[in-house]
């Protein structure tokens, strides 16, 4: 793939929100249901005593398998856990992202599990009216976070070249997540070069 190639990113629209006037910075990527999930079984993660959900939202299991081949390079657990296939892999290595941890499947050599550590970006939740149901006062986790859409930020520059992740975890109970984030330039690279990646914009202040 050609590190020079560009092309314009088609992000998912909101209707209701006039977004024109607002300051994009970066995207969250996503990508359809693969129809499984990263852990199946109940109990094979360390769990939170008092409400039984899990306290790990990015572990990776070393046994998971995606089955049949797909036309997208990104596609998602059920339990949120992103899912990528050598190429979106070998693009990551081209484009020196090193921030980007691609965990292997021992039967699974076509695909690799997307997690992002860091930079954590702070999202700005009292402008997202994010709703937060169920405290755990064990874990401080809470059952459900829902609602993140449009996506705002706490700063107002255009987010370099690269992958960040969220510092709030979305979705219910044990398959919460967090989200992953890249910058304008880097859409413009996956856009040009991978399938199937769905993009949101990501506003800053
Ligand atoms: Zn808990």
């Given at each position: 793939?050609?590190?020079?190639?560009?092309?314009?990113v088609k992000?998912?629209?909101?209707?209701?929100?006039?977004?024109?006037?607002d300051n994009?910075?970066?995207?969250?990527?996503?990508?359809?249901y693969n129809?499984?999930?990263?852990?199946?079984?109940?109990?094979?993660?360390p769990?939170?005593p008092?409400c039984?959900?899990?306290?790990?939202?990015?572990?990776?299991?070393?046994?998971?398998?995606?089955?049949r081949k797909?036309?997208?390079?990104?596609?998602?657990?059920?339990?949120?856990?992103?899912?990528?296939?050598?190429?979106?892999?070998?693009?990551?290595?081209?484009?020196?992202?090193?921030n980007v941890r691609?965990?292997?499947?021992?039967?699974?050599?076509?695909?690799?599990?997307?997690?992002?550590?860091?930079p954590?970006?702070k999202?700005?939740?009292?402008?997202?009216?994010?709703?937060?149901?169920?405290?755990?006062?064990?874990?401080?986790?809470?059952e459900?976070?829902?609602?993140?859409?449009?996506?705002?930020i706490?700063?107002?520059?255009?987010?370099?070249?690269?992958?960040y992740?969220s510092?709030?975890?979305?979705g219910?109970?044990?398959?919460?997540?967090?989200?992953?984030?890249i910058?304008?330039?880097t859409?413009?690279?996956?856009?040009?070069?991978?399938k199937?990646?769905?993009?949101?914009?990501v506003?800053?202040?």
């Amino acid at each position: 793939m050609a590190k020079s190639a560009r092309r314009k990113v088609k992000i998912i629209k909101y209707p209701a929100l006039d977004l024109s006037r607002d300051n994009l910075i970066g995207y969250k990527i996503g990508g359809h249901y693969n129809g499984t999930d990263m852990f199946e079984e109940k109990g094979e993660l360390p769990e939170c005593p008092e409400c039984h959900y899990r306290l790990d939202f990015q572990a990776h299991n070393p046994l998971y398998r995606q089955g049949r081949k797909r036309r997208s390079d990104l596609l998602g657990t059920y339990d949120g856990q992103g899912i990528v296939t050598k190429l979106f892999h070998d693009f990551c290595k081209e484009q020196d992202y090193a921030n980007v941890r691609l965990l292997e499947f021992t039967n699974d050599p076509d695909h690799f599990h997307l997690v992002v550590d860091e930079p954590v970006l702070k999202l700005d939740i009292e402008r997202m009216r994010i709703r937060f149901l169920n405290r755990c006062p064990a874990c401080g986790n809470y059952e459900e976070i829902l609602g993140p859409y449009p996506l705002r930020i706490m700063r107002s520059d255009v987010l370099p070249d690269g992958f960040y992740r969220s510092d709030l975890v979305f979705g219910g109970f044990s398959r919460k997540h967090p989200l992953i984030i890249i910058g304008l330039e880097t859409g413009e690279k996956m856009e040009a070069g991978l399938k199937g990646i769905i993009f949101h914009g990501v506003y800053g202040r």
